[in-house]
């Protein structure tokens, strides 16, 4: 039987140096809009014009049963949130998920906000660690897929890093299990599955063509979730806040790039060591 390699060609990786550009693009309309008062409505149809504007396609509306741009995930929902009329207030945490689709290959990123305005200040401090924490780990999984001999080295280097920055009080960070990265081409979803946590098995062989879309779920407790009546929205079953972080990131002979950065990387492996190299 044909078996589709994971590794992809030096041609293939720079069909999807758009597509991660447009994908960022999107995210940057979302944040623009990152005040109180904005629906998630409003969000998804700024992130969908940024994608339209560029000639590229809403990769998530490609997903069977999705109509919407973008995941909005708010506060206790971790990931997978349905863009609508929801009122964002300040002191809200708000995890925003899109892709592009650009002449058949695809971008996929999310990043996680923080609306800003007046709200509890021990909320917002609560809040703000959570996501930079999460973020922090997706720069640890990304700087160890640099160096990495297998992808079991980068989830265990993200979840080093969350346990190396644990809340402290003798607790530590939720990382979601059943929601995992993945291989990222002609599909948005590709093998290889990529767990944000140890596993005992080392997985697949990381060396250049290989593409993945690294994204941490990280809860400020319990792992545990439930998905909503919406049939979508995954939130957790203690009512912890959820962060979600993600890039597609490639790895080539020249070294790693980060596609849905603007700079690839640079700022966020710069305390790795690490300077990206264009996909060329
Ligand atoms: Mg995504
Ligand atoms: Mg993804």
């Not at 000639?55 to 971790?78: K, L, P, W």
């Not at 944000?196 to 990381?206: F, S």
């Not at 407790?221 to 929205?233: K, N, Y």
Request: hydrophobic residues 40%; charged residues 20%; aromatic residues 6%.
């Amino acid at each position: 039987m044909f078996r589709k390699s994971i590794y992809k060609t030096p041609a293939q990786l720079r069909s999807m140096v758009e597509p991660g550009l447009i994908t960022a693009a999107s995210l940057d309309a979302a944040a623009a809009l990152m005040r109180p008062g904005v629906t998630t409505a409003e969000i998804d149809a700024a992130a969908n014009a940024a994608i339209v504007a560029r000639g590229a396609e809403s990769n998530f509306q490609m997903v069977r049963g999705y109509r919407h741009t973008t995941c909005i995930s708010v506060n206790d929902q971790v990931v997978h949130g349905i863009p609508g009329d929801r009122v964002l207030a300040a002191g809200d945490i708000v995890s925003v998920d899109s892709g592009a689709q650009f002449q058949g290959w695809n971008g996929d990123s999310a990043r996680t906000f923080i609306i800003p305005g007046e709200a509890d200040a021990d909320v917002v401090d609560a809040r703000t660690r959570l996501s930079d924490v999460t973020e922090g780990s997706l720069w640890a999984g990304i700087a160890a897929m640099a160096s990495a001999r297998h992808l079991g080295d980068i989830g265990a280097a993200i979840q080093g890093y969350l346990e190396d920055n644990a809340p402290g009080e003798g607790r530590d960070w939720g990382i979601l299990r059943e929601y995992v990265g993945h291989g990222i081409g002609r599909k948005m979803h590709e093998a290889p599955s990529l767990f944000n946590y140890r596993t005992p098995d080392r997985g697949a062989e990381v060396k250049p063509g290989l593409v993945l879309a690294i994204e941490p779920m990280v809860t400020a407790g319990s792992e545990d979730t439930f998905v909503e009546d919406d049939d979508w929205t995954v939130s957790t079953v203690d009512g912890s806040d959820g962060s979600h972080w993600e890039h597609s990131v490639a790895l080539h002979a020249g070294g790693i790039w980060v596609l849905t950065a603007e700079d690839g990387g640079a700022a966020g492996l710069a305390p790795y060591g690490i300077t990206p190299t264009p996909v060329a």
